[in-house]
C-alpha cells in the first residue's frame, strides 16, 4: 500500500476485486495514474515499461488530497514535479501484471566501497537465513577503520 502524507491517502492498495499478491503494494487505485520512472541528470524523466525493473515511483498529478507544497521550501515542492509527474521518494517495480513492489526509498541508501546499497536489500538478504528472525541495516559514519 502506497499512502504517503504529500499525496493525502492511499493511491496503491490491494483491493477486494483483485487477486492479493503477498508483499507488493497492490495496484493504482481508481482515478490514479502510477508509473516507474528514471531521472535524468538534465532534468527529464523516461517512463520504464519492462516489467519488474527498479526505478523511481511517479504519481500523475491532479488528486483532490495531494499536497500543496512544504512549508518554507518552495524549491523542495518543485523538485518532486518532473515532466508531468509527482516523484514519491519511493524506489519500486512493477511486475507485468501491473503490481507495484516497493523497493525501498530514494533518501535511504547506503554508500559502500562506491556502490550505493538500500537497507531493504541487506535485510532481504539476512532474513532468507534461518537464524534471522528480524533485520534492521543503517549506514555508520566512516571512520576509516
Keep these: 500500500m502506497l499512502n504517503e502524507t504529500e499525496t493525502g491517502g492511499i493511491m496503491i492498495a490491494n483491493y477486494r476485486t483483485m487477486e ?26 523516461e517512463l520504464i515499461d519492462k516489467p519488474n525493473v527498479d526505478g523511481d515511483l511517479a504519481l500523475k498529478p491532479g488528486w483532490r488530497s495531494m499536497f500543496r507544497g512544504y512549508l518554507h521550501d518552495e524549491a523542495r515542492y518543485q523538485k518532486c514535479f518532473v515532466d508531468g509527474w509527482y516523484i514519491t521518494g ?56
Excluded at 507488493?24 to 541528470?41: C, F, L, N, Q, Y
Excluded at 546499497?117 to 533485520?135: D, I, K, N
Design 90 to 145: 519511493d524506489l519500486a517495480m512493477r511486475d507485468a501484471d501491473g503490481y507495484f513492489w516497493f523497493v525501498g526509498r530514494e533518501d535511504d541508501i547506503i554508500k559502500t566501497s562506491g556502490h550505493m546499497v538500500g537497507p531493504f536489500e541487506v535485510e532481504s538478504v539476512l532474513m532468507e537465513h534461518p537464524a534471522v528472525a528480524e533485520a534492521g541495516v543503517i549506514q555508520t559514519p566512516s571512520h576509516g577503520w
Design 20 to 45: 492479493i499478491r503477498l508483499g507488493s503494494m497492490g495496484r493504482p487505485v481508481p482515478g490514479i495514474e502510477a508509473a516507474i520512472v528514471r531521472r535524468h541528470e538534465d532534468g527529464t524523466v
